[in-house]
């Protein structure tokens, strides 16, 4: 499928200088190929059949099923690749602007504009056409994640024709395609249709919702059942007639269904039942890694903690057995790397793999004044991966760091996040986890820096801190990039954060699905999920 | 027996008062939803923004009059995570719940009742030992290692049945086994109790020493008293399958109340747990209401008690 994939899609995009602008020349070039009579032959030549079932692992919010409430999580996404379609988006290799309802776009070399070129002939499932209006309402009316700051950069959106749509913004604007284009950060740039949005309102859109993208929903169970069904007027071939997303929170029951042939793709197959699907030579994981893994030490900023002493954080980060971890997590099936922001984004950084050397621990740790070691008051996990933790805490005890595993329910701990230093009392690390999409900078600005979603006053180290803000009102390129690389450096050098690893977010695929590996199904590297759906086949 | 009525009546309000003020004041001691909503990357602006849309930014005795003017009305709020009124999403999955309960409840009774029959007529004998058995067995094996072990049994390796969801009767099986057999120990434990104790009265000696048949002693005098308060409690249990179920519906992916429930709980959805233990309590309060005021009319003891 991905080889099949290739033969109609752009490499990943490159840009060039045209006049005053950047144009994707790539993204034109690969979506004439697309647009072409041959590309539309072979989507018109291509007749839909089976049905496929995925079992998700949580239930299903509504809010979902509509881009204009994009939560800012990865979870959105695997809905709105099926019944939604974007302007450009995340999509297999490429991170954010595949071009998708636009045929081309250009971001304007001054980042004060974008202009966007609507494919001729797409329509939404109801049968009117996507037209530059809808994009305007879309992109106006969103009030989902980031939706803020869209509104506060954006000077007005200029309809140049019937298929130009142009955004202007109030100052440069560099962030704006990641933003518009990563699928599980921001919906902005998710088309739906503004006559009947607004006709039905947002909870009737929620009941009855009517998209752009390769499948159209013909019944709901809220919450339970979503069942598709290919939209004939796609302007990518559409190999597979029904698709239903099922809600199974247990996780035996999802891998009993894939047994049974009753679901084609499962996701989150958690540690215990890893060894049973690989013994089943009938189906296959598919371990997509995911999100990462460090230590953090809230409070280490004050003289008093003994987390103050880089040596002390160091000689944590050589006590932690990483491959151990991740052998015992998630078998295997993640990876050790070096830094605590995913490769998958914007100016992250590749960092070597850190050592394992017990010895050198301990003599950092006697230089430190702590030959014996000391007590931790509290490991705390992200809910609900305590297993995690508790390696944590007994590899710890093999330089004297003698701590206790803090158990928190979900809800609770995202409280005491966000309730700062105050709710982290004494000597405390927390074993935190991520994914976030776009680019390093979401990753700083929500964990690292002062005053952050989930960092507030956890850390405060100014200078890098100034040198984010200076990163934030820099226009130039080079000059972002330098500085993302050297904040980043920074703190995997001062050991500020303990990067661990990368789990595993590890789904199963049935024996129905082609796929000669598991990547075929789960192509896009920014996403855990399946899509693009229109590409799954059967065999 | 008008005072009786009026004075049971103002006792249901003020049991529905007290359960309203207690789930909201509960709900809302177990942290903040919006952020359950967004997860990192979300912008504190963002979360405002949520938190204002749905009230939560409002004085707590504010949303306090906002739920009791919902439950009133009757549409019991819109659920944050489905953007729907609770009522619709309750009323939507009442028919499976209730596919659910009352054959669990049928399941239970065919096991229950007969085996505490059995163990109480034949008691201390092989029998009692077995029924005895299956209640601590029933009360004991959780209904999740059950069901989980009733999938792999039957359906991976046997396959004879479905894993989940729901469909044709086959869908059902399992689930309702599952659900049942813990309220058929319970069950079968007060049949026995119950049988037990009337077959000790002296109406029934009389029977025995009239030379009435064994069969007819047990069956039409014996059992007959006997399940009046395994009714009572089977009621109960109806009411407790068709809105709690949860850990069974979750495991079988069935669309139910439980699961509902279990939903709201997990996505820290104020209104839809507040709704569906709103729904519960009304039933319950309800239908204690009616047995007590059937009592009343039966026996003129009970409305004449102050």
Redesign the interface.
């Known amino acids: 499928m991905r080889r099949d994939n290739n033969a109609t899609e752009p490499p990943v995009l490159r840009r060039i200088a045209v006049g005053r602008r950047h144009v994707l020349a790539g993204a034109a070039a690969g979506l004439a190929r697309i647009a072409s009579p041959t590309g539309a032959a072979r989507a018109a030549s291509i007749v839909p059949t089976g049905k496929l079932v995925l079992a998700w692992h949580t239930n299903i919010a509504a809010r979902w099923l509509d881009p204009q409430q994009h939560d800012g999580t990865a979870s959105p996404d695997n809905f709105l690749m099926a019944l939604h379609d974007a302007m450009i988006k995340n999509f297999r290799d490429v991170r954010y602007d595949h071009p998708a309802l636009a045929e081309r776009y250009e971001f304007a070399e001054d980042a004060k504009s974008a202009t966007f070129w609507l494919r001729p002939g797409t329509r939404f499932h109801d049968g009117t056409p996507v037209t530059p209006a809808d994009v305007k309402w879309s992109y106006e009316h969103y009030r989902g994640a980031w939706g803020e700051i869209l509104r506060d950069r954006t000077q007005g959106i200029e309809l140049v024709d019937d298929k130009i749509v142009r955004i202007h913004f109030n100052e440069p604007f560099l962030d704006f395609p990641i933003l518009l284009g990563t699928g599980n950060v921001c919906g902005a740039g998710w088309v739906v249709p503004a006559k009947y949005y607004e006709k039905t309102g947002q909870s009737g859109f929620l009941q009855k919702p009517i998209g752009a993208g390769p499948y159209k929903l013909v019944a709901q169970q809220p919450g339970v059942k979503l069942e598709f069904e290919a939209f004939a007027d796609y302007y990518r071939p559409v190999h597979i007639k029904q698709l239903t997303m099922v809600s199974v929170p247990e996780a035996a029951t999802r891998v009993a269904m894939l047994e049974r042939g009753e679901a084609d793709i499962v996701y989150f197959v958690p540690g215990e039942l890893l060894e049973r699907v690989k013994n089943n030579p009938k189906v296959r994981l598919a371990p997509v890694v995911s999100g990462n893994w460090w230590l953090e030490f809230p409070g280490f900023q004050n003289p008093a903690n003994p987390f103050n002493d880089k040596r002390v954080r160091q000689a944590i980060s050589l006590a932690i057995d990483r491959e151990a971890i991740n052998q015992a997590e998630c078998g295997g099936l993640g990876v050790v790397d070096g830094n605590w922001i995913n490769d998958d984004v914007e100016y992250g950084l590749d960092w070597p793999k850190w050592e394992h050397d017990l010895a050198k621990a301990k003599q950092l740790m006697a230089e430190a004044g702590h030959p014996n070691g000391f007590s931790v008051d509290w490991v705390t996990p992200v809910p609900n991966f305590y297993s995690r933790g508790e390696r944590i805490v007994s590899q710890l005890q093999s330089i004297g760091i003698r701590s206790r595993l803090q158990v928190m329910e979900r809800g609770v701990y995202l409280k005491k996040m966000q309730g700062g230093i105050r709710e982290w009392p004494g000597v405390q690390i927390i074993f935190n986890a991520a994914r976030i999409g776009g680019t390093w900078s979401n990753w700083y600005d929500t964990m690292f820096k002062c005053g952050g979603y989930q960092s507030k006053d956890f850390f405060c180290v100014k200078d890098l801190d100034d040198q984010f803000q200076k990163y934030l009102v820099s226009y130039n390129r080079t000059e972002r990039k330098n500085l993302a690389e050297q904040i980043q450096r920074t703190i995997l050098e001062s050991y500020y954060f303990v990067p661990v690893f990368r789990h595993a977010f590890v789904n199963a695929i049935g024996p129905r699905v082609a796929a000669r590996q598991w990547q075929d199904v789960f192509p896009t590297i920014t996403s855990g999920y399946a899509y693009p759906w229109e590409d799954v086949q059967l065999v | 027996m008008g005072q009786f009525m009026i004075r049971r009546t103002l006792y249901a309000v003020v049991t529905l008062f007290i359960l309203s003020l207690t789930i909201f004041t509960v709900v809302r001691l177990?942290?903040?939803?919006v952020?359950?909503?967004?997860?990192?990357?979300?912008?504190?602006?963002?979360l405002a923004?949520v938190r204002a849309e749905w009230g939560l930014d409002q004085p707590w005795p504010i949303q306090y009059a906002a739920f009791v003017a919902n439950v009133v009305t009757g549409e019991l709020g819109?659920s944050f995570?489905?953007?729907?009124p609770v009522s619709t999403?309750y009323f939507?999955r009442l028919p499976n719940s209730l596919e659910l309960a009352l054959t669990a409840t049928l399941i239970s009774f065919l096991i229950g009742i007969p085996a505490g029959i059995l163990s109480a007529v034949r008691v201390n004998s092989v029998w009692d030992h077995v029924g005895k058995t299956i209640a601590l067995l029933g009360l004991s094996i959780p209904g999740f290692w059950l069901g989980?072990v009733m999938?792999?049994v039957f359906?991976?390796w046997l396959?004879w049945l479905?894993?989940?969801?729901q469909g044709d009767w086959r869908n059902l099986v399992m689930p309702a086994v599952a659900l049942g057999w813990y309220f058929a120990a319970s069950l079968l434990r007060l049949t026995r109790s119950s049988m037990l104790e009337v077959l000790n009265s002296e109406y029934i000696k009389l029977a025995r020493l009239k030379g009435l048949p064994a069969f007819a002693v047990i069956a039409v005098h014996a059992f007959k008293n006997a399940l009046i308060p395994v009714l009572t409690l089977a009621g109960i249990n109806l009411v407790v399958m068709l809105n709690a179920a949860v850990i069974i519906e979750?495991?079988?992916?069935w669309?139910g109340i439980g699961?509902?429930l279990?939903?709201g709980i997990?996505?820290?959805d104020f209104p839809l747990v507040q709704g569906v233990v709103m729904e519960a309590g009304i039933m319950i309060v309800l239908i204690n209401l009616i047995v007590d005021i059937l009592y009343a009319y039966i026996d003129p003891r009970i409305r004449l008690t102050k």
């Open positions: 177990t942290g903040d939803p952020t359950l909503m967004a997860e990192p990357g979300a912008q504190e602006a963002d923004r819109q995570n489905y953007e729907m999403l939507q989980l999938i792999l359906s991976v396959e479905p894993t989940s969801g979750v495991i079988f992916a669309p699961r509902l279990y939903e997990f996505q820290r």
